[in-house]
């Protein structure tokens, strides 16, 4: 076992959970709580993470979607009165990399091209039906079209699909009370 630190802000009822039962999972209902309005929109994303992160045979039964960590310190925000910054110490096998711009394209229902001729591509297209990937994959009227851009997706895992940007973090699929080894509040 390779042990790495990560760090996760969360509501201090997460610590709370973690002390009473040595053991967190995210749930659906915390997400709703989370985005409220957008909470449609991005329990899309999340449904779509959960069921094609790469380790999800790892996945414990009773769990929903996996916790964010990041991977250094300071790409913490700092936390305010209701939540706490967990230092952790994970088995490095248990952590998931995710691409943040790659990520963000998802979260907008966008289309991850393989290269700059595969974006051109899929422009085209879409020009040529006079719509735009969020469209397509929020409405029933582009199927093909909305196939093709959830199923880029699976780029998110794809390393040799570069974006301009190659800032990552981390998901597990679960918190363990032993792991923790600094609390901030």
Not at 78 to 91: A, G, K, Q, R, T
Not at 98 to 118: A, F
Not at 160 to 169: I, P
Request: proline share 4%.
């Amino acid at each position: 076992m390779t042990a790495r630190k990560v760090w996760t802000k969360q509501h201090k009822n997460v610590l709370k959970v973690l002390e009473e039962t040595g053991r967190y999972t995210v749930k659906k209902e915390y997400i709703c709580l989370d985005m409220k309005e957008q909470k449609d929109l991005i329990l899309t994303a999340y449904d779509w993470l959960s069921q094609h992160m790469p380790n999800k045979s790892a996945k414990p039964k009773d769990v929903q979607y996996p916790v964010w960590v990041s991977l250094t310190e300071d790409a913490v925000m700092m936390p305010d009165e209701n939540e706490v910054v967990l230092e952790l110490s994970v088995d490095e096998s248990l952590i998931t990399l995710i691409n943040v711009t790659k990520w963000g394209m998802i979260l907008n229902y966008s289309y991850i091209p393989r290269n700059e001729k595969d974006a051109a591509a899929h422009q085209e297209l879409l020009s040529l039906y006079g719509t735009s990937d969020a469209q397509a994959v929020m409405t029933p009227f582009y199927p093909e079209i909305r196939r093709e851009v959830v199923e880029s997706w699976s780029r998110l895992f794809d390393d040799s699909v570069l974006s301009e940007n190659s800032c990552y973090y981390g998901l597990i699929w679960e918190m363990r009370k032993e792991w923790i080894t600094t609390i901030r509040q």
